[in-house]
């Protein structure tokens, strides 16, 4: 079976090409690449990426020449196409109608606390049973009975890189795709940008990494939830004790009349009343969209809100082996005007639409991804952390080969099974002999102790 190739080797050829304005050849790409990627392997890469749309070819045979494809830092699609591409039933259409009212023409109104109250879990639904079965048909992906999170983590590297993308799009951000990917894969922050945009980038990071990482403990309860806004409000709060810290000030929402809940023991009862409606809730979609919709209504953060529902949305579709929800090609107008209906409104009708559109989308692109890196290797992906940590070892004790080879069999001998002793051994040797600079870091390792360990794996050769 093809392996998934890590994220940070396809970043490091993409970044190439796009510091040249006639894109580059695959000498050149050698050049750059100082010979540390064989020739086969580097084609093999480029393939993929062209696959992913992400490189596009230019001339034949030994004038081929490859570009990165400019339209990926292109915005969404603005709401006034949202017509055209996403279809809204009539009462999507009047909610939306209402909002696009000037401010000063809508009621002002309060957070209305029978609009959780009236929600009974399997019960109420916000999706009809048809919506719910359409939506497991495209999102249920043709894996085995397998551990919670298994679906995530083969297409990491991709859901990582779209769903910070996205949902910091949706907040304003503007990054793009390729600005965000430099961000994730380099730590290389955009020109010309606020510092702010960056944070905002990289705490989605270490969010989707929690929530994928912990697939089998996180679920909608006051541990998941409030460290996932400590995780995306880190460092950008004007309070930083209110960082995973239910609300305790008022707050507002601009460009709306709607006031939400402003005595925190009401918002700490209503927020505990929310998480245990979603944890009852039995369908996995109907769950994501719950939270979509209630957590934003209810503000009980002082900031960074409808992050949190975005991402809290897709712990349901993680947990379940479902097709995460990246938010991709979400226009932001319409997703905003959808939101102010669920404020003013406390109606669902557009944010709904969205949502299915959305579901729709994001299982159709994981599945064209899933397609273009091919199946991951099940031993690999059985043995993940247990090569991870292993490798990481050899490199921060700084160990010639001799050692390493030791270490290496030690770790098999008290960690794989039996049967799989000897490939386990053979595949931990072979990724530390194809260690170089632009794939170390998938195993947690800083560049200081590369360096180090490469002066000591010469020596020893």
Known sequence: MARPIPEVDLAAIEDIIARRDRGASVAELEEALAGQVPRRTLQYRLRALVNLERLRLTGEGRATRYHVVEAEAKPAPHAADADRIIPLSSAAEKVRA?????????????????????????????????????????????????????????????????????????????????????????????????????????????????????????????????????????????????????????????????????????????????????????????????????????????????????????????????????????PGDLYTKAMLGVYELNRVELLKDLFVWACTRSADRYAAVRQSIGEPDPFRLRYRELLRDTVGEVVRARMARKDAAAHIDKKAEEEAASADRERFTEIAQGELLGLHEGNFARYQIRLSEFTEWQAAWRVGA
């Open 98 to 330: 209402y909002v696009d009212r000037p401010v000063a023409a809508r009621r002002p109104v309060g957070y209305d606390r029978g609009f959780l109250d009236g929600y009974r879990p399997n019960e109420t639904f916000y999706l009809t049973q048809a919506e719910r079965d359409a939506l497991r048909a495209v999102g249920r992906q043709q894996i085995e009975v397998a551990p919670a999170g298994t679906y995530a983590k083969q297409i990491f590297n991709r859901l990582l890189i779209d769903l910070a993308w996205n949902s910091s799009r949706l907040e304003g951000n503007t990054y793009s795709l390729l600005d965000t990917r430099r961000l994730i894969a380099f730590g290389e922050e955009a020109k010309g940008r606020a510092h702010r945009e960056a944070q905002m980038i990289l705490n989605h990071k270490d969010a989707i990494e929690f929530l994928v990482a912990n697939a089998d403990e996180i679920g909608f309860n006051r541990y998941t939830i409030l460290n996932l806004h400590a995780l995306l409000a880190n460092n950008l709060l004007p309070d930083p004790e209110a960082v995973g810290r239910l609300r305790h000030i008022i707050v507002g929402i601009e460009g709306s009349v709607f006031h939400p809940l402003e005595v925190p023991a009401q918002i700490g009862e209503c927020f505990d009343q929310l998480l245990a409606t979603a944890a009852a809730i039995e369908d996995p979609y109907e769950q994501a969209l719950f939270v979509m919709v209630q957590l934003p209504h209810l503000q009980p953060f002082d900031d960074v809100n409808k992050r949190v529902s975005r991402l809290a949305a897709n712990i349901p579709l993680i947990k379940s082996n479902l097709a995460p929800l990246a938010f991709t090609d979400v």
